[in-house]
């Protein structure tokens, strides 16, 4: 269970208050680990993340709000397994439910193509990303649901979705870096970010924000499958957390793995908490 | 390259002596790394096994042979994609290739599912394996490719194959373990295994050797995908392979992963040497 | 949750059938983390036990049984703080609701210490134990509940407790061979219990068993605070866990860490099932 | 022994020079590792320091000396016991004899409660400390010695001292927060600990500095028992470090742990050196 | 293989287009790790970092290029043994033959000693460095083959050199500082490297940039023999690998070990990658 | 300081006691670190077999005596360099020192080279070695003293030295296997070790005990440089431990790096001690 939510199953009092029903916002895991490049270990995601979270304090000052008191729900994971389109099918399913039940749903991956089905069932019209890569193929290896070609796919599927906001990226095939010229995507490398308005370019559009750990520098979060140099600070990616959750109807955080010694999920962790704090503080 | 073996891809002298063509084993590496149950990594585990072989002596004293004159021949890595399918007909066919030049394959796991495109290429009659597992599960989570069926899979799906003798499984589903009481399944216990003798049971048949590394106890392998403690030592598991070596027409390695500190790949790089050492002694 | 195991805290079906009413197990993590001798991470024990357990299978062969029709209920941790005192008393009461439901206490530690609260609720006649140590001190650097007192503890403030049978105990001080000599301790030493018979020696009295992981050679279990060379192999340690489980009224497995690679949580994860499996198949 | 040191214990030249009596700074290992929050491993904290700073050069440009010039003397650790109360005595009395020789105690932590002690024996007017955290609570868990409570103990605690001045604090409870608005309290938040000036606000009065590692960012500094992302970047900790050290009469560097590849501990000694050729600089 | 790099041994199609007679970069790994300070494992370093470089997209956006079709030949390792001398003339060799040949030497250390070899074959004006160390000894520990003395040896050694550039120097004993004053040589510490113009130091002389990755703060690259605090971030060493490398006709990265989580062979990686399509680009 | 030794620098009464003069047993660290194959880190090897040692109880029953009664004196380390001639040179000295002083040293390596200063100083009439490996080559990559070669240059340099018994050796090079069958080398195939009495082989002759960690199984220690699988039991050393003690005036424990959890390092120290009990006891 994420540190400060209640469990879903749970009896008693803390149903009562914020069992599903009346959650605020909804955790749900998706430890999707099967896209074959380089470092496995994105099932380990959720698990760690949580863990990691254990340390942070209830409370936080900015907002002068307590995590526990904004109406956190954990439903635990989504068990992967090898039919990759039915998992995501499922897994969008219960997303769906966490918006039909006017929630804000809080992803945990797993490799980021878990982006995908959440993006489907939140329905915005902006996908914000933070991310060293482009994630626009057309395919990876022939697959079109790798984690490699999941901006393009959402930008193709979801019909609502107009335009794709891709911060820190900083490599992608030149296939890629075309297809990133379109009107319907921007791009803001490292070194702009800290100058990028992103509420700016939301103009009071939804947006959903998806935060593939590796557009932080691997000095950050070396935990994640496709360490990329020359990235973002934390610093930098908690400002455009802050910019986008006012306007944020879903989120996630994922490409964390458990091949390093905690930072990966430390920062996804308090990315997430980020978002909750600034999502709630603005209602 | 697996140390002692030449590459296959060189020109030069060694080619000649030894090149695809005259050669009596040819390394394959099967990075397959799909199937998604507990800790991933099987991708490195070709990798892993080469580097673990770099110390081991050239000369064998028991059999009075040099490893790099017995005409060992390293075809590389047939690298993996998403398209499990696909991926092993593909690999069905490097090593045909294999057989058709008369060497014996040596495949280096990957996951215990490469065994079926090996075994179809190589065609024995009987299927030979060490695993803690039985692998006899018509499919895992729907996946009929899952590791945890690839001995059903053989079964089944090769023509020549009249029988399967796995030794030191200690764990199965119900439905695994009635299907092992069949005629063509010998179960060999873990604890019997240094009773049994593998070469009368083959009563001079052809035979195909699997070493699944989680068959050696997790003290010997700990850095495998599903620990299975009470398993075999080490010596166990090198008298098989010198008994089965003579008759064995081809052989893998597979399910070493890199999360140990090198224990399983060095233990699979002997057995592999083990296996050669003994092949070749018996012509 | 541990793997088989229903959630305490689970509404539904499950909970009709093995809630905590109608448990036959109630699992009780205990990540007691404080005397302070050598090297710590015993906190995380409950936690990796859980996990390395997700890949052995739910079928046992031996007894025909299915793990999750066992009625193992999992409560959860027992989270620790640093009043060692009051966290001992506030466990006992926790292991005291189980027995008083008439389950069987499954305690995951957590250092050794959490087995006197347990068997002060459980109140058997014998504490048999596997253990490197003899944990027979009067008190360790001054406390009288360290880890390396406990079965001193046990015996003086366990009043049903008639007497201590410690297998495979290789070190000590002065002070407890001397005690170990007493009529109500029996010392077996590593090299001698596989020939020892617990069942003949408890003379169908009630038994508490308690599994320190260290009572296995460092290479089975590397991961516990103190390494003692020279000790037990699993399959010696499953016997008297097969032995000792249809008289036992209560089970732990302690010292744990996380600083291995799995094998000491898998080994233990094994040895728990183990004793679910036999105490259940013995009704 | 701290690399450049000289080890107390030694007799001859090295001890006629800089023995005990006549030593500028002692180096007093403290290895507690109790309070019960998240990673463990603080314990091996004094010796990886020592470890990590075996590469640095005995020379320091900047000021022209060499570190083993300076009279740094190592007392070795001060082992920790179960009873902290007492431990924290004990280590008081070690401290104070440093200072009653007149010389600069330098604290290798260990968690931060050791900062306790040492700040007791040394008596400064301005605690300033570099830490992630406010440690300002009343207790936690119920335990006043936790190192979640170090500035708060100190504040209420120790006459002479008149403030503490937190720098790189980004995490505490409502009540720590509460207090910190305190007139003895100064917070400096991570972004403006560049900016600050520890020198102006210490208007001349003698200081106490403790670095509690966590207050750098987790990318240098992974290897502590609650990463908190964020943080202090090394040259802004290194610039209030040169800043204290002329008017500072105690030193400690706390909560490193070993569960990093050595940056933790490589930054701790680097501080440590870098307050010691300050502090000698400046006489 | 450098990925995106051909293998020198491979016949066909490749190598008629990029064999080694019209190769433009050869990489050339040199696994020397004898120097005995700290913390082993240079020897892993080439491998290591093709490993990690497995990620990186083949295309570069900046420079509209894509890696794999610069010409890059990869040689492979030179084995290291135990005389040092002897190996730095074989592998001097070596890279006289990729100078011969018109080609651009990429070295991959191994400890930094080795690119005393490599300057001595490319026969530079200037020697450019990346380094936390000045490397300015004129022996260390009576070895003046150390890779502490690597940057003083080629000042001497090498006729055609008559400048050493260390960019991000910031440690060095007495006798390094005060020969780092000669005419000779120019140390730009880590807080000026953003500022320093390069290319305006070299008016148009050609270079060799030596990168020993420890130049780096080890938050970026902790897997290095010594690491050094308050170092240079990787976007500093970026710029001056870009200005650098037209003028350079030979390139090394070294220093690389496998005690981390793969950040400094990352890091390694993607600094070679950067200086061929900034080379590449430039002609 | 190995755990129960007393320092050599140490004053006081311990001093007056056990100082050097008076000593029984002297340890002696030689972390030499040099010979290039595969993993390094034997320079670790003393700090760490110190380390892991510290959880051992002072008390051994079966001799029944404490190990700090036995006048262990721990001499510290003998810092390596990379003029391996000369530092063999002056570790011969150091062991020199212990012999003339009538104690037996205890040699912490370090690789396995430093067993030759180590013989030379003892002058025993049997070289009694267990290993994995012969040790019998002339030269390993042109180096006569690489640790391939330690046992045939203690029976070619060493004149008092008649015979080297090698127990548990499993491979070599065929030299080096034909060099075994000479009249003054016995080697003892791990299968044969637990019948094996060096006890009767010796005849009451002097004798020198090495102990290569390698000679253990890799799941018994696999922190060491050369993993060869198929090797011996704890308990196999440990008997020829007991068997050899009473006979040797030296010993060492070597080839242990720091490349696992603790198993090789805890296996050393637990032998070291082994054989002080047994040498002691049978005086
Ligand atoms: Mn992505
Ligand atoms: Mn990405
Ligand atoms: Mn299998
Ligand atoms: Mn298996
Ligand atoms: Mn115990
Ligand atoms: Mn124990
Ligand atoms: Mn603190
Ligand atoms: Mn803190
Ligand atoms: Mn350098
Ligand atoms: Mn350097
Ligand atoms: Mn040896
Ligand atoms: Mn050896």
Redesign the interface.
Known sequence: MFPGAS?E???GDVADEFGRANANFVVVGAPL?????????T?FGP?RIR??A??????D?RTDQ?FSDLGVVDHGDVR????VEAYLEWLEGTVRDVVWDEAVPLVLGGEHTVSLPAVRAVEPEVFVCLDAHLDLREA????PL?HACVTRRILEDVDTVEEAIILGAR????EE?DRAEGDDVTVVPP?DVAEFSVADRLEGRDAYLSVDIDGA????A??T??????GLE??EM?EVVREVASQATGFDVVEVND?????AA??AG?LLREFVFSHAASR
Chains 1, 2, 3, 4, 5, 6 share one sequence.
């Open positions: 469990d199953r749970e009896g680990d099967v896209s074959t490049t380089f470092q496995p270990g099932r698990r863990t990691f254990e340390t942070f304090d209830d409370y000052r307590y992967a397994w090898d039919d990876y290896d022939g697959n790798s490599t992608g095939s030149e870096w070194e520098d691997p000095a950050y070396p935990g499958g496709t360490m990329e140099p020359f934390p610093r908690r091949r390093d010694d905690g930072q430390s920062l308090k």
